[in-house]
């Protein structure tokens, strides 16, 4: 078995006359944590909703969770979790309703689900809430337990869509221990932020411009490369070159 969580071989999107990615190429370690970033129109989205099996590549090949990107895109959906800037929580169910509700999505049954609900609404702190509504629960608690529904079924990729916007610094940290953790136990994170300083915590950035990837490394080496103090220098750097702004 590889150890490449996502392999991906010039990979081409285009709708009608216009190339959204153009032809990228790159891979991600089982257990990585894997810094996507790039403006509004850079083809981030586009990428991510290809690895996630919502849509298909125009040309190139490639492989997440061990699945064909072209041909198996409903294995690859059964083998992923996700979670967005939105969350996708029921805010009318309780905390425990909600565990349940997408262990049931995701395929698990009965005492499975019983038994995972209680483990993690304890891993998270929360089993004394487990009654409470999630509307009523604090966003911190709402984006931890957003996370939590979305590796619920220990899938082998969690794709993270900017999910830290909107919340201070301190909830910030603390949701990337969540990370820390998810990725220690083996799953492979996937995460876009517009965060700078999140990019710090990554194994590994890469950063596309006008649906290529211009930079991909460590932080460390990146910054030693562009000569810059901070990820936010890198970043500004590059997507000063960009020439389209339209978000795909």
């Given amino acids: 078995m590889t150890n490449k969580a996502i392999t991906v071989e010039n ?108 483990k993690m609404l304890r891993e998270l702190g929360f089993y004394a809430e487990r009654n409470t509504m999630v509307k009523d629960l604090p966003l911190g608690w709402q984006q931890k337990l957003a996370f939590s529904t979305a590796i619920f079924h220990s899938p082998e990729i969690v794709f993270l869509d900017e999910p830290t916007g909107g919340v201070d610094p301190l909830t910030r940290r603390q949701f990337w221990e969540l990370i820390y953790k998810a990725a220690d136990s083996g799953i492979t994170v996937f995460v876009t932020t517009h965060y700078m300083d999140e990019a710090e915590y990554c194994d ?27 990820m936010d220098d890198v970043f500004q750097r590059l997507a000063q070159t960009a020439k389209r702004n339209d978000t795909i």
Wanted: proline share 1%; glycine share 14%; net charge positive.
């Fill in 11 to 118: 990979i081409t999107k285009r709708f009608g006359g216009f190339t959204a990615v153009d032809g990228i190429s790159f891979g991600i370690e089982r257990g990585e944590i894997f810094g996507f970033l790039g403006a509004n129109g850079a083809g981030k989205t586009t990428v991510m909703r290809m690895l996630c099996g919502l849509s298909k590549p125009t040309s190139g090949s490639g492989m997440v969770a061990g699945f064909d990107m072209m041909t198996e895109t409903e294995s690859i959906k059964r083998s992923i979790g996700y979670m967005s800037q939105k969350f996708s929580l029921y805010a009318d169910l309780t905390v425990r309703e909600n565990l349940r509700l997408f262990g049931a999505i995701y395929g698990l049954r009965g005492r499975a689900i019983a038994v995972r609900t209680v």
């Fill in 204 to 230: 590994r950035v890469s950063i596309m411009v006008d649906g290529r990837i211009e930079a991909l490394d460590t932080p460390s080496n990146l910054k030693r490369q562009y000569n810059a103090a901070s």
